[in-house]
């Protein structure tokens, strides 16, 4: 067990390793810069902006800011954004919360959502209701997210009105209103986003919580289960949803990564400030501290929740050894 940990934490430094170089070498030896972004203007002469970047060694080789950039990281210093005008680490405290919040939510309510569908599917195998479900996961499985963030937005925000179109909250009346009302409101602007990702996952889940029940329907101990007086019903759900949920379990702890990244989408479309948000505004602006700090968060959640998933699935399953 000790000896698994190690040579996976080991694994896992080395794709974050791998990944925050590859970004960091991308984003620096595109075209412009981010002095170039932010200092525009006629009374901006070229010489200012050499002259701020070599300030920021923005001017260096791109493999001295590597190494530079390297230090600045171990000794737990992000850099500064130019964008946010601010140091980063200030950045990911505002960010990190928030997307956790919304990826939080619709992890949970996909995973509830998708495994009751499964299991509805799974009750009556090729039957008309299997079929039917089957066909709607698969459109919802089959659409792309940004779109189907901005159908929702169209959809319940601008024709029908519902719930507000983005933001964290009512950028007018939020100072205004009572502690109930703040609550109330931002749970408003947070419905969209969450519908956006739960729908998108829960097809996922579903489909597969579904394999898993109908490959032991078959098994002998629900023939067993029938044999005693069971009904099918009872015996799906009490004898081979629990021996169908391992797997999920797996899928659960994975997704958190899948989720922390895969949001990037549905919070850039309804203007929700978290990582997402946050990391896609610092491409477009080339703020290249934020941008590679961005990379670096979500390289290190991926790999972290893959590692939590095998860990899980072995606790729960006496089967698995780890080697």
């Known amino acids: 067990m000790r000896r698994y940990l190690v040579l996976r934490a080991l694994q896992a430094l080395g794709v974050v390793a791998f990944i925050t170089t590859l970004s960091f070498m991308v984003v620096h030896l595109a075209p412009g810069d981010p002095i ?25 080789p791109v493999s001295e800011q ?86 929702v937005l169209l959809l319940f925000s601008l024709r029908l009105r519902l719930f507000p179109p983005g933001g964290l909250h009512d950028a007018v009346l939020y100072d205004y209103m009572t502690p109930p009302q703040q609550l109330l409101d931002s749970l408003k602007h947070l419905v969209l986003p969450v519908l956006t990702l739960t729908v998108l996952s829960s097809a996922v889940v579903a489909r597969h919580q579904r394999g898993e029940l109908v490959s032991v329907l078959s098994s002998d101990w629900m023939r ?24 999920t379990i797996t899928i659960f702890f994975a997704n958190i990564a899948v ?30 501290p934020l941008v590679t700090a961005g990379v670096l968060f979500m390289s290190v959640i991926v790999v972290t929740g893959a590692l939590v998933a095998d860990l899980v699935m072995a606790a729960a399953d006496p089967r698995i050894r780890l080697r």
């Open 66 to 151: 590597y190494v530079r950039w390297v230090r600045l990281v171990a000794h737990g210093d992000l850099g500064f954004s130019f964008s946010q005008r601010r140091p980063v680490r200030d950045v990911f405290a505002d960010a990190i919360p928030r997307t956790l919040l919304l990826s939080g939510m619709a992890l949970l309510l996909s995973f509830a959502f998708g495994i009751a569908v499964g299991v509805l599917q799974a009750e009556q195998p090729n039957g008309s209701r299997d079929r039917w479900l089957g066909r709607v996961l698969l459109l919802l499985y089959s659409v792309p997210d940004f779109w189907l963030a901005l159908m």
């Open 36 to 60: 170039g972004s932010s200092l525009q203007g006629p009374n901006v002469t070229e010489a200012i902006r050499q002259h701020w970047r070599a300030e920021y060694g923005l001017d260096r």
């Open 259 to 288: 989720f922390a990244s895969g949001s990037i989408f549905v919070e850039k479309v309804f203007s929700w400030p978290g990582m997402g948000y946050v990391t896609v505004t610092a491409v477009a602006a080339r703020d290249y």
């Open 224 to 247: 067993t289960a029938l044999a005693k007086g069971l009904s099918w019903r009872a015996a799906v759900r009490r004898h081979a949803f629990r021996n169908a949920l391992l797997p």
